[in-house]
């Protein structure tokens, strides 16, 4: 509060250069520090995870479809059966 427009809680301290802080309170506050940092970046990859696999079944079902639509397009076996019920109807 002894500054103008920033709350106490706003500021940013250094703790090595604290005054008054124990050893074992610089500890915890790192150990704090690095499980945040751990926590923000399992978010970024887990978003990241999500981004890849949403790619990767885009491009599955894609191919998927694509197969299906190709074989349902191909119509050599209706002139192979053509073929044959000529031959048959020859003989």
């Given at each position: 509060p ?18 008054g ?7 915890l ?14 978010r970024?990859?887990r ?11 885009a491009?599955t079902?894609?191919i998927?479809?694509?197969?299906f ?8 076996l209706d ?13």
């Amino acid at each position: 509060p002894g500054e103008q427009g920033e709350a106490a809680f706003a500021r940013r301290i250094d703790p090595s250069r604290e005054p008054g802080l124990s050893p074992e309170q610089r500890r915890l506050m790192a150990q704090v520090e690095f499980a945040q940092r751990q926590r923000a970046l399992q978010r970024r990859l887990r978003s990241r995870n999500v981004l890849l696999a949403l790619g990767i079944g885009a491009v599955t079902f894609g191919i998927y479809g694509y197969t299906f639509y190709s074989v349902s397009q191909e119509r050599f076996l209706d002139e192979l059966e053509q073929e044959a019920e000529a031959a048959r109807a020859r003989a």
